[in-house]
């Protein structure tokens, strides 16, 4: 057949398909309306919590210190994150056929590999910098000095573009002449691997190692950092200390167990077509849920920030 002569014809880094179709999140019609709506208002409240968060930490000197850098840099990524995917997604729920190029999703892909990576490594930096204010209160200021706050996101963003760049790089080279619809609302690697018409072994491989390596090596840092926080706080006579330790880690706590939680949910590998639609869920829950759950995570649990929005009121109404 045609197809089988052009794939065989075909470059290792040819692609036949120009374009991809977007199934989107449901395809009962009754429920495109109610979610579209839902998404929308997601949208909105991410935005804008994340937006008023950073805002919030730039111009209040109170919260110029090392744990806010890395909430800024947190909301940032939340932010940029929700720009990647979430505009596409809400056009699947009015539009007949939801399309995207080859390069569209080539590059959707390397901004969600980017950024949900990079936010991996800012929650790590931030158990890091739970363990040494709580077990190396003395040593603080020396060990988690801005130039050493500064040289630690730099790790972040690059060790993110890597990984993006491992998978994108990888994703490339498949042909994808099997079909052009992607069984999700964006383009992600195993979704995008099922329509690969040549072996995908290599590339399962590849984004196993990335993915097992980033969840492993964050995870190991994290429960080593909390399992020191626990051991300190126990040894504490002093219940405000333990009070104090506990509300300093507890945000930090609920967004690590919701992000990985998800995460991990989402990356098992769907075998049949209902484990998909459940891959599906999970991946709406670590891509829209948690990032418009942090900022209030961050500002309603925290002394520090309600501290700082009254004193931004104050000086708006004032």
Partial sequence: SPLKSRKKMAVPNDSSVSEFILMGLTDHPELQLPLFVLFLLNYTATVMGNLSLMNLICLNSNLHTPMYFFI???SCIDFCYSFVFTPKMLMSFVLEKNTISFTGCMTQLFFFCFFVNSECYVLTAMA???????????????VMSPKICCLL??????????????HTGFMIQINFCASNIINHYMCDIFPLLQLSCTSTYINELVSSAVVGTIIILSSLIIL????MILSNIIRMSSA?????????CGSHIITVGLFYGSRLL?????????????GKFFSVFYTLV???????????????????VKKTMKRMTG
């Fill in 224 to 227: 080593n950092s909390y399992a």
């Fill in 290 to 308: 948690v990032p418009v759950l942090n900022p209030l995570i961050y500002s309603l649990r925290n002394k520090d920030v309600k501290l700082a």
């Fill in 72 to 74: 800024f840099n947190l």
């Fill in 128 to 142: 890091y910098d739970r363990y040494v204010a709580i077990c190396k209160p003395l040593l603080y200021k020396s």
């Fill in 153 to 166: 996101m730099c790790a972040v963003y690059l060790m993110g573009f890597v990984s993006a760049v491992v």
């Fill in 240 to 248: 405000k200390g333990w009070s104090k330790a506990m509300g300093t």
């Fill in 266 to 278: 989402a990356y098992i590998k769907p075998s049949s077509a209902e484990a998909a639609d459940e």
